[in-house]
């Protein structure tokens, strides 16, 4: 069953039950920057973070999407403001496909005793850093479903850096607000992976003809983000990991005109486009 059609069969039997927006959570930390003392200080931290994901209901309307989420915290050092211990952090999040964000300025409070929840009124730094993040990859998830569907979530994210930016711990939060813009905005990479997925459940189901109406729309996508926001690293990213399925695809179905407009959309990529052109020669 393709990715869509298992969404609108959750929503058809949908339930007051706990809704599992995010399926596995695989959380890393680098602490070797850390004193002895300050790595006791968060050893419940990982189990607390995968709770925190698993746990809390993101979005009512999208149920059973069971997104993987793969974190990873290097632990700089602690500052001390007032009698809170402050750890200084670099930070990497992905749904270990085509969503990844890095964030190279974190701070935040944590005491071990303390259960991380989301308050949509009282901010508070880690588990708003971490909701802020959470509705990133939900956005994009959801952006595969739906035309603009991660609208709300990409707002939720926004309302969070604004609070973060107004509170007293004010740093990357600045950046975090920029961010969520610029992804919300970037409406041809919204575009090109809605039509992507689309594709690829189409071609499953043998239908040649509407994949290649969704591959040129997501082609579309790619130019348009390319126009309104340059080389932007989203859409870099989202080109490099799907690049192979797309060369190879687009040469099982003989499209040798698609290939060389995807060679000028994707430069970095040219020689795999290229190869796949080759490989149609022979």
Not at 48 to 64: C, H
Request: with cysteine; glycine share 6%.
């Amino acid at each position: 069953m393709g990715k869509r059609k298992s969404l609108l069969f959750a929503l058809t039997f949908f339930s007051s039950s706990l809704l599992a927006q995010f399926g596995s959570v695989e959380v890393n930390f680098e602490t070797r920057l850390l004193r002895s003392e300050e790595k006791q200080d968060i050893i419940n931290l990982k189990n607390g973070i995968i709770r925190f994901f698993t746990t809390t209901t993101w979005d009512e309307s999208y149920s059973d999407l069971t997104i993987p989420v793969h974190i990873q915290i290097v632990f700089e050092g602690v500052t001390i403001k007032g009698n809170e211990k402050i750890f200084n952090c670099q930070a990497l999040f992905s749904n270990g496909a085509d969503i990844r964000f890095f964030d190279k300025s974190v701070q935040f409070y944590y005491n071990s005793g303390t259960s991380l929840y989301y308050d949509p009124v009282l901010f508070e730094p880690l588990s708003g850093f971490l909701a802020f993040y959470a509705n990133l990859i939900l956005a994009g998830e959801i952006d595969t479903y739906e035309f603009n569907g991660g609208n709300y979530a990409y707002e939720m994210a926004r309302d969070i850096a604004l609070r973060g930016s107004a509170s007293d711990y004010k740093k990357g939060w600045s950046s975090r607000i920029k961010l969520v813009d610029d992804l919300n905005r970037n409406m041809g990479l919204r575009k090109s992976r809605l039509a992507w997925y689309i594709a690829m459940d189409l071609l499953k189901d043998g239908d040649i003809e509407r994949a290649l109406e969704e591959i040129n729309s997501m082609m579309d996508g790619i130019e348009q983000s390319f126009q309104d926001l340059g080389r932007d690293n989203h859409t870099q990213f989202f080109l490099k990991v799907h690049s192979e399925t797309i060369a190879r695809t687009l040469a099982m179905l003989g499209q040798v005109e698609l290939l060389k407009d995807m060679k000028e959309l994707d430069p970095d990529r040219r020689d795999l486009y290229q190869d796949a052109l080759d490989s149609r020669s022979k």
